[in-house]
């Protein structure tokens, strides 16, 4: 077992990981976040997406010791952090647009909608299109999740007029 | 909120949180974790099992393995009980499991499983249609399981005939007769969320975990293979993860429960993705199509010889065969109709139910067959369609239901959205089909509706939330029917200790059956109040009001499919599309899709439910298929060689519609949706491509590659 540091979801963790054990094994098994989902363990379907130093990855095809001492974000982290009932606007909008159907792709699509905002804060479709290319829905929400993110943008562009 | 009105997806909060707990999320203390065993191969005579380097593995707990069960190995199966817990003998096909390792860790099953010796002979395996019909093929099951069946010694497990009218009249009657052979390809549910088993010794009975639409029906297999009474078996059962028919029915949940009672702990089994292709997959299946008309375009005959190719075991593939064919003339008058079709049995992955259930398949190819029957007599192939088309009350099948919605209105609707009638831009396509799905042949539900001494109330039903939205539309009608805010209901679901009985969650029933029950349940609440507020019904010791209703789709053992249509699914889809001609990609620039809903209880959910069923439509259509090895492996196991739409992969504009006449049986006039906007996808696309480029494809996928080869072809022969 390995020791390793982590700033998860704002709070410091120090746990002893197996070298083999993925970012992903750690958090669902280890550290009780369940939010984010294992499926195709290839990288392929952006299930296990998470934010790790910045930059979203799939949590699946990290090292847990590669993560140590660093920053990781994961679904859990989105709601309000002052008030956890809260939901951000992304996730609201990924309801009322009809973004949710079984849900279990969704705290990928979420990392990976709220990852791609903070780069481009107003997104063309085919942008949105492209930035969560990687993260398959087999319910095929994608033009309502698609909408969400839209929506979330043009929202906040409100908000700053 | 009110019927109708796009209310919020119940369970929603959980779902954007990462706070719902799928049953992969869910871990009981002293749980062991399992790993299957495989060969690689198809079939293979299993010899000795060395477990002795894996049980010397620090954390091995147990080797499992047909010899640990009683004997003869209990068998299963929703249909014929043909599939046994482990494999026996033999294994059947590539990925059917010879042994189950239980270990403290899932990395000790892992290395465990790796560590266990089996001693195999390779055997002759049949993977195709063709090679599973000639003679004296391997025959797949051992023939002492079909005592007194005719086909026993063939690879047919069952052979489906319906027909009407007079074949031989509308033969010599038909003034054009267009016939062609189509395949549709082996394609897989791809759930993002793998099945997963739990199961746990529970007193003197088990409790078991899992990813399952049919609790119930679970309960009754495992209570069977067990031998313990139903009351002695509990099926937790959390929403699951997407299912789309690939967890209509038991995989491992027996295995898992005969290891937990073994081991006396709770015990795992976490496919991987990768062992959920080897899990369920879709029907495969070659069509025949002969269809007869006039030259005016009324159809007279529609005649189709299907064999579908269903894996292993049966799991409920034959019904799949048998329900799906039935209705494949389509949702057209004939004056003679017939559908042959056989389930054939192969060394491959036992196919189950998956979303349109036998009819994607089969209407690929009529639907295309019925594209060139038209331009066979240069007839605008809508405009066929139109003129044959079953109007309200036609007994398009004269021992089922009668048409029961306006199709024409959807049919015209898609037409008029997709521009049928406008010129088309350059170099596009345009393409047209229509779908049609029986409902539900039997069907029972149960609902208990509990009102709370503050007037809030609870839900309790069977139907499994898959992400159709379940949770949402029950909680709407219970709310409608005893006037509460949506807020002030809450289901319960997912628990056969809890919940009453409900038979399945398929075929598209739930809003009408379990939407029944709710309402009569409803009812029993109203007239129990008798019309007094609920503090004075209640009284001054308080407690609750409860209602239970039921709702009951009766057998008819007269008819071909053990009942009549509860209603059917009817859908127009209409593309527009471009073809690459240097690479053969295909742009969809326009999907239209129509429904008949008869009701939307929640408009947003039915449009989700739509566009969702089109998209996976668009997998199988553009670029979804198993491939094999000659040893009947599997080849593109998992997500980098096996592709699913990505939103990469969406057509540029999808535009859903809906027709609401209130015709249905459910509440409020609803009928089921959910499946039929996938079923006339392939056909609707094929015919684009035809309008397109002038090229027949007459196989499945449409991918680059094969639409290329079919220009390249093309060019050829016009060089000619």
């Given at each position: 077992m390995?020791?390793?540091?982590?700033?998860?979801n704002?709070?410091?963790?120090?746990?002893?990981?197996e070298?083999?054990?993925t970012?992903?094994?750690?958090?669902?098994?280890?550290?009780d976040?369940?939010?984010t989902?294992?499926?195709?363990?290839?990288?392929e379907?952006?299930?296990?997406?998470?934010?790790?130093?910045?930059?979203?990855?799939?949590?699946?095809?990290?090292?847990a010791?590669?993560a140590?001492?660093g920053?990781?974000e994961?679904?859990e982290?989105l709601?309000?952090?002052?008030d956890?009932s809260?939901?951000?606007p992304l996730?609201?909008a990924?309801?009322?647009?009809?973004?949710?159907?079984c849900?279990?792709c969704?705290?990928?699509?979420l990392?990976?909608?709220?990852?791609?905002?903070?780069?481009?804060?107003?997104?063309?479709?085919?942008?949105?299109?492209?930035?969560l290319?990687?993260?398959?829905?087999?319910c095929?929400?994608?033009?309502?999740?698609?909408?969400?993110?839209e929506a979330?943008?043009?929202?906040?562009?409100?908000?700053?007029k | 909120?009110?019927?109708?009105?796009?209310?919020?997806?119940?369970?929603?909060?959980?779902?954007?949180t990462?706070?719902?707990?799928?049953?992969?999320?869910?871990?009981?203390p002293?749980?062991?974790?399992v790993?299957?065993v495989?060969?690689?191969?198809?079939?293979?005579r299993i010899?000795a099992?060395d477990?002795?380097?894996?049980?010397?593995?620090?954390?091995?707990?147990?080797?499992?393995?047909?010899?640990?069960?009683?004997?003869p190995?209990?068998r299963f199966?929703p249909?014929?009980?043909d599939?046994?817990?482990?494999a026996?003998?033999e294994?059947?096909y590539?990925?059917?499991p010879?042994?189950?390792?239980?270990a403290?860790?899932?990395d000790?099953?892992?290395?465990?499983?790796?560590?266990?010796?089996?001693?195999?002979?390779?055997?002759p395996?049949v993977?195709?249609?063709?090679?599973?019909?000639?003679m004296?093929?391997?025959?797949?099951?051992?023939?002492s399981?079909?005592?007194n069946?005719?086909?026993?010694g063939?690879?047919?497990l069952r052979?489906?005939?319906?027909?009407?009218?007079?074949?031989d009249?509308?033969?010599a009657e038909?003034?054009?007769?267009?016939?062609?052979?189509?395949?549709f390809?082996?394609?897989?549910?791809?759930?993002?969320?793998p099945h997963?088993?739990?199961a746990?010794?529970d007193?003197?009975?088990?409790?078991?975990?899992?990813?399952?639409?049919?609790?119930f029906?679970?309960q009754?297999?495992?209570?069977?293979v067990?031998?313990?009474?139903l009351?002695?078996v509990?099926?937790?059962?959390?929403?699951?993860?997407?299912a789309?028919?690939?967890?209509q029915h038991?995989?491992?949940?027996?295995?898992?429960?005969?290891?937990?009672?073994k081991?006396?702990?709770p015990v795992?089994?976490d496919?991987t993705l990768?062992?959920?292709f080897?899990a369920?997959?879709r029907t495969?299946a070659?069509?025949?199509v002969?269809?007869?008309?006039?030259?005016?375009?009324?159809?007279?005959f529609?005649?189709?010889?299907?064999?579908?190719?269903i894996?292993?075991y049966?799991?409920?593939a034959d019904?799949?065969?048998?329900?799906?064919?039935?209705?494949?003339?389509?949702?057209?008058n004939?004056?003679?109709g017939?559908?042959?079709a056989?389930?054939?049995?192969s060394?491959?992955v036992?196919?189950?139910?998956?979303?349109?259930?036998g009819?994607p398949?089969?209407?690929?190819a009529?639907?295309?067959?019925?594209?060139?029957?038209?331009?066979?007599?240069d007839?605008d192939?809508?405009?066929?369609r139109?003129?044959n088309?079953a109007?309200k009350g036609d007994p398009?099948?004269?021992?089922?239901?009668?048409?029961d919605?306006d199709?024409?209105?959807?049919?015209?609707?898609?037409?008029?959205?997709?521009?049928?009638?406008?010129?088309?831009?350059?170099?596009?396509?345009?393409g047209f089909?229509l779908?049609?799905?029986?409902?539900p042949?039997t069907g029972l539900?149960?609902?208990m509706?509990?009102?709370q001494?503050?007037?809030?109330?609870?839900?309790?039903?069977g139907?499994?939330?898959?992400g159709q939205g379940?949770?949402?539309?029950?909680?709407q009608?219970?709310?409608?029917?005893?006037?509460l805010?949506?807020?002030?209901?809450?289901?319960?679901?997912?628990?056969?200790?809890?919940?009453p009985y409900?038979?399945?969650t398929?075929?598209?029933?739930s809003?009408?059956?379990?939407?029944?029950?709710?309402?009569a349940?409803?009812?029993?609440?109203?007239?129990?109040?008798g019309?007094?507020?609920l503090?004075?019904?209640?009284?001054r010791l308080g407690?609750e009001?409860?209602?239970v209703?039921?709702?009951r789709?009766?057998?008819?053992?007269?008819?071909?499919l053990g009942g009549?249509a509860?209603?059917f699914?009817f859908?127009?889809?209409?593309v527009?599309?471009?073809?690459?001609?240097?690479?053969?990609d295909?742009?969809i620039?326009?999907?239209?899709?129509?429904?008949?809903v008869?009701?939307a209880?929640?408009?947003?959910?039915?449009?989700m439910?739509?566009?969702?069923?089109?998209?996976?439509?668009?997998g199988?259509?553009?670029?979804?298929?198993?491939i094999?090895?000659?040893?009947?492996?599997i080849r593109?196991?998992?997500?980098?060689?096996?592709?699913?739409?990505t939103?990469?992969d969406?057509?540029a504009e999808?535009?859903?519609d809906?027709i609401?006449?209130?015709?249905?049986?459910?509440?409020?006039?609803?009928k089921?949706?959910?499946?039929?906007?996938l079923?006339?996808?392939?056909?609707a696309?094929?015919?684009?491509?035809?309008?397109?480029?002038?090229?027949?494809?007459r196989?499945l996928p449409?991918?680059?590659?094969r639409?290329?080869t079919a220009l390249?072809?093309?060019?050829?022969?016009l060089?000619?």
């Amino acid at each position: 077992m390995i020791p390793i540091n982590l700033r998860l979801n704002g709070e410091l963790r120090a746990i002893s990981v197996e070298p083999h054990h993925t970012l992903l094994d750690v958090l669902r098994d280890d550290l009780d976040l369940t939010g984010t989902k294992e499926c195709c363990l290839v990288g392929e379907c952006g299930a296990c997406t998470v934010r790790l130093n910045g930059r979203i990855v799939d949590s699946c095809l990290v090292l847990a010791v590669e993560a140590d001492g660093g920053e990781v974000e994961t679904v859990e982290s989105l709601a309000d952090p002052s008030d956890r009932s809260a939901l951000s606007p992304l996730q609201q909008a990924f309801l009322s647009h009809g973004a949710v159907q079984c849900g279990f792709c969704i705290p990928g699509q979420l990392m990976a909608a709220d990852d791609l905002l903070r780069h481009v804060a107003h997104p063309t479709r085919p942008e949105i299109e492209e930035g969560l290319a990687g993260n398959l829905c087999r319910c095929g929400c994608y033009y309502q999740i698609i909408d969400a993110v839209e929506a979330t943008a043009a929202g906040a562009a409100g908000e700053q007029k | 909120m009110s019927i109708g009105d796009s209310a919020p997806r119940g369970g929603g909060r959980e779902r954007v949180t990462g706070q719902q707990l799928y049953v992969a999320d869910i871990h009981l203390p002293n749980e062991l974790h399992v790993k299957l065993v495989t060969l690689p191969c198809a079939r293979g005579r299993i010899g000795a099992i060395d477990a002795s380097r894996a049980l010397a593995l620090p954390g091995t707990h147990m080797v499992f393995s047909a010899a640990d069960l009683p004997q003869p190995v209990p068998r299963f199966g929703p249909q014929f009980t043909d599939r046994p817990v482990i494999a026996v003998g033999e294994t059947k096909y590539h990925g059917d499991p010879v042994a189950a390792v239980a270990a403290e860790t899932r990395d000790a099953a892992e290395q465990a499983a790796r560590l266990v010796r089996v001693e195999y002979e390779e055997l002759p395996a049949v993977t195709t249609i063709a090679a599973a019909r000639v003679m004296n093929a391997p025959l797949v099951q051992d023939p002492s399981l079909r005592p007194n069946d005719a086909l026993a010694g063939t690879n047919v497990l069952r052979e489906h005939a319906v027909a009407w009218g007079d074949m031989d009249a509308a033969t010599a009657e038909a003034e054009a007769v267009v016939e062609n052979t189509y395949h549709f390809p082996m394609v897989t549910h791809f759930a993002i969320e793998p099945h997963v088993f739990m199961a746990a010794p529970d007193g003197d009975g088990v409790r078991v975990w899992t990813t399952i639409q049919h609790p119930f029906w679970l309960q009754r297999v495992l209570a069977g293979v067990l031998r313990m009474p139903l009351a002695k078996v509990r099926i937790i059962a959390p929403d699951p993860g997407g299912a789309f028919g690939g967890k209509q029915h038991a995989k491992y949940e027996p295995l898992v429960a005969f290891m937990a009672l073994k081991a006396q702990r709770p015990v795992r089994l976490d496919l991987t993705l990768e062992e959920t292709f080897q899990a369920v997959r879709r029907t495969e299946a070659e069509v025949r199509v002969r269809t007869g008309l006039r030259r005016d375009g009324r159809l007279v005959f529609q005649d189709v010889d299907a064999n579908y190719l269903i894996g292993a075991y049966a799991d409920i593939a034959d019904r799949v065969v048998g329900k799906g064919s039935y209705i494949g003339c389509g949702p057209y008058n004939y004056e003679a109709g017939r559908v042959v079709a056989r389930s054939v049995l192969s060394h491959t992955v036992p196919s189950t139910a998956m979303r349109g259930f036998g009819n994607p398949q089969v209407n690929w190819a009529v639907e295309s067959n019925l594209t060139e029957a038209a331009l066979a007599v240069d007839m605008d192939p809508v405009e066929l369609r139109l003129k044959n088309l079953a109007r309200k009350g036609d007994p398009f099948i004269p021992f089922d239901t009668p048409c029961d919605g306006d199709w024409e209105q959807a049919a015209k609707r898609a037409a008029e959205l997709i521009g049928w009638d406008k010129p088309k831009p350059e170099g596009r396509g345009r393409g047209f089909a229509l779908g049609i799905k029986s409902g539900p042949t039997t069907g029972l539900s149960y609902a208990m509706v509990r009102i709370q001494a503050d007037g809030s109330a609870l839900v309790y039903c069977g139907t499994q939330d898959l992400g159709q939205g379940a949770r949402t539309v029950l909680a709407q009608i219970c709310a409608n029917e005893l006037g509460l805010a949506l807020e002030r209901v809450t289901m319960v679901m997912g628990d056969t200790g809890v919940v009453p009985y409900d038979q399945q969650t398929s075929a598209s029933r739930s809003t009408v059956l379990m939407g029944n029950a709710v309402v009569a349940a409803c009812k029993q609440v109203r007239e129990q109040l008798g019309g007094a507020d609920l503090e004075t019904a209640l009284g001054r010791l308080g407690g609750e009001v409860i209602g239970v209703g039921q709702a009951r789709k009766e057998a008819d053992p007269d008819h071909p499919l053990g009942g009549s249509a509860a209603f059917f699914e009817f859908n127009a889809t209409a593309v527009e599309l471009s073809v690459d001609e240097d690479t053969g990609d295909i742009t969809i620039h326009r999907h239209v899709t129509v429904s008949d809903v008869g009701k939307a209880i929640n408009r947003l959910q039915v449009k989700m439910q739509d566009e969702g069923a089109a998209i996976m439509g668009l997998g199988h259509t553009l670029m979804e298929h198993y491939i094999w090895d000659d040893a009947g492996r599997i080849r593109n196991l998992g997500a980098i060689d096996y592709r699913i739409p990505t939103s990469m992969d969406l057509p540029a504009e999808m535009v859903s519609d809906m027709i609401e006449n209130g015709d249905g049986p459910g509440p409020y006039g609803a009928k089921g949706v959910s499946e039929v906007a996938l079923l006339a996808v392939a056909a609707a696309v094929g015919a684009a491509v035809r309008d397109a480029t002038g090229v027949v494809i007459r196989d499945l996928p449409l991918s680059p590659e094969r639409v290329w080869t079919a220009l390249q072809e093309r060019e050829a022969t016009l060089a000619k």
